[in-house]
């Protein structure tokens, strides 16, 4: 993302968008033709029936997952139209890129701790953590400070992710997992999309910092959204018919 607001406020609007095309056709092509780590076909479990989405944990996830997605995309349409503001949209790349370092440094500092609370209990500490993240990019007056504070509002973005497909795993049947999945990662792209057409229209009509609201709002809702469904996310009661195929807890 930092790469392609760069080239897209540096050359021309539609460089940031041509290059991460030409990118993803690379990669997905490397990916086709990558077979020696491929995982072996396994037979279709018959035994487990019905959509994920009917998995209340999987529908929690998702939905708050949704609205951090929109914080996403807020903080860097609103990082976009603050540094123009600044005269220096340029910078806009420099700091959605430090954004990601904030999110990359935590998540390898979760990774090594091997954290023994309950995932559920982490994942509301992760969430509350963006959403007081959030509030931080409103004092910013300059780009460096504009800097700082997105970095540290980015710093639980990896925990989130991290504590959210756990859950997920523990609480969807093996033989749905990849749907599973596909859903929370789907509803992190509604949210983007969401998100940045909610900043865009908040920024045009009340100014390029106003337009962080729009992760405050985001981010309380995710938060009260992980609150409220504490109580299923700590259980491991499934919904659908073939249940025995679940993830167990710990």
């Known amino acids: 993302a930092s790469l392609s607001v760069g080239l897209s406020a ?6 940031g968008v041509l290059v991460s095309t030409v990118l993803l056709a690379i990669g997905s092509t490397a990916f086709i033709l990558q077979r020696s780590t491929e995982p072996q076909v396994r037979p279709v479990d018959r035994a487990t029936s019905g959509s994920a989405i009917r998995l209340r944990p999987v529908q929690i996830i998702t939905l708050a997952l949704i609205f951090i997605g929109a914080t996403f995309a807020t903080t860097e349409v609103s990082t ?11 910078a806009a790349s420099l700091v959605i890129g430090v954004y990601a370092l904030g999110s990359f440094v935590l998540g390898i500092i979760v990774g090594a701790l091997n954290l023994q609370a309950p995932l559920q209990r982490q994942l509301a500490i992760a969430v509350a953590l963006v959403a007081l993240g959030t509030l931080l990019p409103l004092t910013a007056g300059t780009v460096p400070l504009l800097a700082l504070t997105v970095f540290i509002s980015g710093v639980a973005i990896s925990p989130t992710f991290i504590t959210a497909f756990g859950l997920i795993e523990r609480h969807v049947p093996e033989a749905m997992l990849t749907e599973g999945i596909t859903w929370v990662m789907t509803g992190i792209g509604i949210g983007m999309a969401l998100g940045s057409f909610a900043a865009g229209a908040v920024v045009d009509a009340f100014g390029a910092q106003n337009g962080f609201w729009v992760s405050v709002a985001s981010g309380v809702i995710a938060l009260v959204t992980v609150l409220l469904g504490q109580r299923s996310l700590a259980t491991h009661e499934c919904e659908l018919e073939g249940c025995e195929a679940a993830i167990p807890a710990e």
């Open 10 to 15: 540096g050359l021309f609007p539609e460089a």
């Open 80 to 90: 976009v139209a603050i540094t123009g503001e600044f005269g220096q949209p340029g």
